[in-house]
T-cell receptor, first 112, second 113 residues
Framework: SQQGEEDPQALSIQEGENATMNCSYK?????LQWYRQNSGRGLVHLIL?????REKHSGRLRVTLDTSKKSSSLLITASRAADTASYFC????????????FGKGTTLSVSS | DTAVSQTPKYLVTQMGNDKSIKCEQN?????MYWYKQDSKKFLKIMFS???????INETVPNRFSPKSPDKAHLNLHINSLELGDSAVYFC????????????FGQGTRLTVV
C-alpha cells in the first residue's frame, strides 16, 4: 500500500535557485524520511524527522513536518547541478512500523 | 566497505526461468527488506525480515520467496519468471524497522525476455 504522495512529480530549475518538494501521507506516523536517488543508483538517506518535530536542517536541506495536515516539505537551497536526482519521502506507517513505505517521488533537474 | 551489497547488478533471463538475487549487509542491522522499483520509479515493499522472521509480505506472488540464512543475509528467489517481473530490485537494511534510516544496495536490474 502506498503511503506518501510527492508533488510536483517533476521540477526543473536553474542552479542557485531553491527547490521545494512536498509530501503528503495518509495515516499516523512515528517519523518521516527523505531519500535521494541518483540515476541508476540506490537510495541514499537524507534526513529523518520525528512526529514530534516541526523542522529540521541538514546543510542546504530543510525539512518541515505538519502532522495535523499530514504533510512534509523538503527545501533544497542554492541548488547545484549535482542535486539532479529523484527525491522520495518515506514513512514508517506500516504494520508495527517495520518497513518504510515510499511515495512516488519528485524528479528534480538542475541545469547550469 | 560496502554497507549493503547485492548481486548481480544486472540479470537478463528468459521467461519461465528461476533466478536468485543475493543481499548482504555488514551493518549489524536487525531488519532487511526487498523493494521492487518499476519503470515509473515507484518503490513497492515486497518483504521485510526482522531477526530472521518475515514481518511483511505485501501481496507479492508466491513465485517470490525470501531466504534468510542468517541475520546479515536476505536473498530473493524468483520462480517461473514472467515479463512483468522486469524491474529494479533493491535490498535494504535498517535498525529497528521503519523507525531508523535505511541503507540501500545498488539495485539489481532484472530483465525478463
Amino acid at each position: 500500500s502506498q503511503q506518501g504522495e510527492e508533488d510536483p512529480q517533476a521540477l526543473s530549475i536553474q542552479e542557485g535557485e531553491n527547490a521545494t518538494m512536498n509530501c503528503s501521507y495518509k495515516t499516523s506516523i512515528n517519523n518521516l524520511q527523505w531519500y535521494r536517488q541518483n540515476s541508476g543508483r540506490g537510495l541514499v538517506h537524507l534526513i529523518l524527522i520525528r512526529s514530534n518535530e516541526r523542522e529540521k536542517h541538514s546543510g542546504r536541506l530543510r525539512v518541515t513536518l505538519d502532522t495535523s495536515k499530514k504533510s512534509s516539505s523538503l527545501l533544497i537551497t542554492a541548488s547545484r547541478a549535482a542535486d539532479t536526482a529523484s527525491y522520495f519521502c518515506a514513512t514508517d506507517a506500516s504494520q508495527a512500523g517495520t518497513a518504510l513505505i515510499f511515495g512516488k517521488g519528485t524528479t528534480l533537474s538542475v541545469s547550469s | 566497505d560496502t554497507a549493503v551489497s547485492q548481486t548481480p547488478k544486472y540479470l537478463v533471463t528468459q521467461m519461465g526461468n528461476d533466478k536468485s538475487i543475493k543481499c548482504e549487509q555488514n551493518l549489524g542491522h536487525d531488519t532487511m527488506y526487498w523493494y521492487k522499483q518499476d519503470s515509473k520509479k515507484f518503490l513497492k515493499i515486497m518483504f521485510s525480515y526482522n531477526n530472521k522472521e518475515l514481518i511483511i509480505n505485501e501481496t507479492v506472488p508466491n513465485r517470490f520467496s525470501p531466504k534468510s540464512p542468517d541475520k546479515a543475509h536476505l536473498n530473493l528467489h524468483i520462480n517461473s519468471l514472467e515479463l512483468g517481473d522486469s524491474a529494479v530490485y533493491f535490498c535494504a537494511s535498517s535498525q529497528a524497522g521503519g523507525r531508523a534510516e535505511a541503507f540501500f544496495g545498488q539495485g539489481t536490474r532484472l530483465t525478463v525476455v
